[in-house]
């Protein structure tokens, strides 16, 4: 079974003294900022950089095809998924993840 995502954050805290999960998930944040977005802007419910981030998390821990990575992050423990900058409430599914791969 692959590793959770809250477990891959949870082990940025091992960074360097006086960095944080949070600190190192803004990082990742900003790194994936300057991606240009390639989807019309009509219909797009998630920032490019929160899906693309969700992406990079679930697959280092280990989920591979777009419907495991929407399941891991559906399952994302509300804290964790704030660090991602998703909304708890609202949470980008494997079609999401599929469409932009396309």
């Given amino acids: ?3 959770l995502i809250s ?7 091992t960074a360097p003294p ?13 790194a994936l900022g300057s991606l240009p977005d390639p989807r019309a ?12 981030a969700a ?7 280990g989920y591979r095809s ?5 399941e891991c992050v559906a ?6 998924a704030a660090v991602l900058g998703i909304d708890a409430d609202r949470r980008p599914s494997e079609l ?3 469409e932009l791969a396309t």
């Fill in 41 to 52: 802007r009509r219909g797009v419910r998630h920032a490019l950089v929160t899906v693309v």
């Fill in 96 to 98: 999401v993840m599929d």
């Fill in 66 to 70: 777009y419907a495991a990575i929407g």
């Fill in 55 to 61: 992406e990079v998390c679930a697959v280092v821990a």
């Fill in 18 to 30: 006086g960095s944080s999960a949070v600190a190192s998930a803004a990082g990742l944040l900003a």
């Fill in 1 to 3: 079974m692959p590793a």
């Fill in 75 to 80: 399952d994302l423990p509300a804290d964790t």
């Fill in 7 to 13: 477990s891959l954050i949870s082990s940025l805290s």
